[in-house]
T-cell receptor, first 119, second 117 residues
Framework: NAGVTQTPKFHILKTGQSMTLQCAQD?????LSWYRQDPGMGLRRIHY???????DKGEVPDGYNVSRSNTEDFPLRLESAAPSQTSVYFC??????????????????FGPGTRLTVL | AQSVSQHNHHVILSEAASLELGCNYS??????LFWYVQYPGQHLQLLLK??????LVKGIKGFEAEFIKSKFSFNLRKPSVQWSDTAEYFC???????????????FGGGTRLMVKP
């Protein structure tokens, strides 16, 4: 199993441009989430999904959109990038027994991250 | 709202020194606790987790953590650090938020550990 994969690893955008960060997992996990990591602030959840077709907002959802059309993929879209979205983005997955609630006890497996710079 | 505080942002130790990283959380309900590690250029990996039972939990690579409920703390320890422990360490707490939001995993700000050979 490849685990959680993310593409691209690095990217530079100009303000106002759009972009999609890709996340895929091959562990048949139900729960997927996107985090951003900023110095001194740890990781903050942007959006999450407990199953295909179900998505919800996390702590910092503004400026980001997600979709979940199947179990494996969970792309994160920036419609109009802003310098404040310069960050490292991590996708994480975990096995979710309870379909409609994010798991509390399951280990989350993180992808390698995407370092995004918005000029 | 739940929150997690890691008071030490940067820690520098020599090899063989003992390590203790502080983690305090704020949450009124039942929580599950985690420590994650991020080695330079790599993604986050789970070090250890606590759900219930013995409050002293042992993780990988000789790390352990103690849950002290009365102090809302979950400090990470290692008796003797190695140069390879140089990394950033994150404490995280998972607690039930609401019927709509379910459980939320909240991370602390992280502690950068540098171990000098």
């Amino acid at each position: 199993n490849a685990g959680v994969t993310q593409t691209p690893k690095f990217h530079i955008l100009k303000t106002g441009q759009s972009m999609t960060l890709q996340c895929a997992q091959d562990m048949n996990h139900g729960y997927l989430s996107w985090y951003r990591q900023d110095p001194g602030m740890g990781l903050r959840r942007i959006h999450y999904s407990v199953a295909a077709g179900i998505t919800d907002k996390g702590e910092v959802p503004d400026g980001y959109n997600v979709s979940r059309s199947n179990t494996e993929d969970f792309p994160l879209r920036l419609e109009s990038a802003a310098p404040s979205q310069t960050s490292v983005y991590f996708c994480a997955s975990s096995y979710s027994v309870t379909r409609r609630k994010p798991p509390s006890t399951d280990t989350q497996y993180f992808g390698p991250g995407t370092r995004l710079t918005v000029l | 709202a739940q929150s997690v505080s890691q008071h030490n942002h940067h820690v520098i130790l020599s090899e063989a020194a003992s390590l203790e990283l502080g983690c305090n959380y704020s949450y009124g309900g039942t929580v599950n606790l985690f420590w994650y590690v991020q080695y330079p250029g790599q993604h986050l990996q789970l070090l250890l987790k606590y759900f219930s039972g013995d409050p002293l939990v042992k993780g990988i690579k000789g790390f352990e953590a103690e849950f002290i409920k009365s102090k809302f703390s979950f400090n990470l320890r290692k008796p003797s650090v190695q140069w390879s422990d140089t990394a950033e360490y994150f404490c995280a707490v998972s607690g039930f938020v609401s019927n709509n939001a379910g459980n939320m995993l909240t991370f602390g700000g992280g502690t950068r550990l540098m171990v000098k050979p």
